[in-house]
């Protein structure tokens, strides 16, 4: 891959890795306020924490997906499936830079939990 295109993508991804860790320290900010007296808004208020909590967890995985690809350009494997060692295509790295496995390897991969 080109040092120009790996530049591109690196910033792309150090991007996001910054968007995403501003909304986990938003999230964690909103988690961590206080409760309200009133009994039926805590019960509202629990699950709208909730659903924040759920929100930063995705944004946790996400950042693992995007540091795990930005080890993965370090070390000159950026673009090749960790599990069959073909390349990934250039399409599906536009739609998800961070992805770590080409097409047939991540189908099946979703085939197999459906199962599970």
């Known amino acids: ?16 890795k910054e968007e995403l860790t501003i909304r986990l320290d938003r999230i964690h900010a909103n988690l961590r306020r206080g409760s309200d007296a009133d009994s039926k808004e ?31 350009l370090d070390a ?11 390349d990934i295509l250039p399409g599906r790295l ?8 080409c097409i047939e390897c991540a189908e099946f991969d979703e085939r197999r939990q459906r199962r599970l």
Request: with cysteine; glycine share 8%; proline share 3%.
């Open 1 to 16: 891959m080109p040092a120009a295109r790996n530049e591109g993508l690196r910033q792309a991804l150090e991007a996001k």
């Open 42 to 72: 805590r019960a509202k208020e629990f699950e709208d924490n909730e659903v924040v909590d759920a929100l930063g967890n995705e944004a946790r995985e996400e950042l693992a997906k995007i540091s795990a690809a930005l080890q993965r």
């Open 76 to 86: 000159g494997r950026y673009g090749v499936c960790v599990e069959c060692g073909m």
């Open 94 to 101: 536009e739609v998800y830079p961070y992805a770590d496995e």
